[in-house]
């Protein structure tokens, strides 16, 4: 059964090209626009891993992040962003993994793979 990996970014056409690359990796892609309903979303859809933007225009990624920790306390968070200075943040090193932005996603894809082998899912 393929992974199911959830892209959340308010650019379409991010959100399109992960999820036609993620797709081509064998994931099962699901997209959100926003943080609106995301935890609800999550537990809908119950992906194995979130990449998450950080700016976005009516959320900041990090304090999603907060709230997917505090209630998804072990599902892989990958904060994926076009901005480097949000690794000195301190709300960002609850995520598993930090990547620049880039439409090589070599590394995104890397992260994702290394993320979901390390997890182990709660029963």
């Not at 892209?7 to 609106?36: K, W």
């Not at 950080?54 to 920790?69: A, P, S, T, V």
């Amino acid at each position: 059964m393929p992974k199911k990996v959830l892209i959340v970014d308010d650019e379409e056409h991010i959100r399109f090209l992960y999820s036609e690359e993620l797709s081509d990796e064998g994931y099962e892609v699901i997209t959100a626009d926003s943080g609106y309903e995301l935890l609800e979303k999550i537990e809908e859809e119950k992906p194995d891993l979130v990449v998450l933007d950080i700016k976005m225009i009516e959320y900041n990624g990090l304090d999603i992040l907060q709230d997917i920790r505090n209630k998804y306390y072990s599902l892989p968070v990958i904060l994926c962003t076009a901005y480097d200075t949000f690794k000195e943040d301190m709300k960002s090193i609850a995520a598993d993994h930090y990547v620049i932005k880039s439409f090589d996603l070599t590394e995104l894809k890397s992260k994702i793979a290394n993320a979901l082998e390390a997890h182990i899912p709660e029963n």
